[in-house]
């Protein structure tokens, strides 16, 4: 049996997705949730791939950077779509999240209040409801939105729409 290890700090962050897939797939893992105090020396050890976190440890081999993470669980547990177009389906959906993701980090870290004002602002007026209407217009083309974003089941994605 695969013995899987998920590291992170303590909270959701970018290992939630991860988390998600294995509870969808019913896989057990190991939930590694680490303080901050406890990074450095991590960081440091060369067990993460790319000094970075989550880490996934497959039978003591590691996988850095989260959306690698998440694909490599989905392949593995089946949720990553059936055939070729639906994991191109399921990977257009899920970077469509990743791309949102990565605006609001621009305006949720920013310290000038002015620029995060604005930045904020162009997230919640043009960017968010672009990609989200996108989004919704696919999860409607498959089965009238009655069901799953790809295919007739839960894929990857669909943990980013969380």
């Known amino acids: 049996m695969v013995k899987y290890t998920l590291t992170y700090f303590e909270g959701r962050g970018r290992a939630e997705v991860s988390r998600l897939i294995f509870a969808a797939a019913g896989v057990k893992y190991e939930d590694v949730r680490i303080g901050f105090d406890k990074w450095p020396a991590l960081k440091t050890s060369g067990r993460c791939p ?19 993470v998440a694909r490599f669980l989905a392949n593995e547990t089946g949720l990553a779509g059936k055939t ?65 974003f790809v295919g007739k089941e839960v894929s990857e994605c669909c ?4």
């Open 84 to 148: 070729n177009y639906e994991k191109a389906q399921v990977d257009m959906i899920a970077y469509a999240f990743k791309d949102l993701g990565d605006e609001m980090v621009k305006f949720a870290f920013e310290s000038d209040e002015a620029k995060k004002a604005e930045l904020t602002k162009k997230f919640l007026t043009e960017i968010a409801p672009k990609t989200l209407s996108a989004v919704e217009k696919l999860l409607e083309a498959n089965n009238g939105g009655k069901g799953f």
């Open 50 to 68: 790319f000094g970075t976190l989550p880490l996934l440890e497959v039978d003591g081999k590691a996988i850095g950077q989260s959306f690698a």
């Open 159 to 162: 943990m980013f729409a969380k």
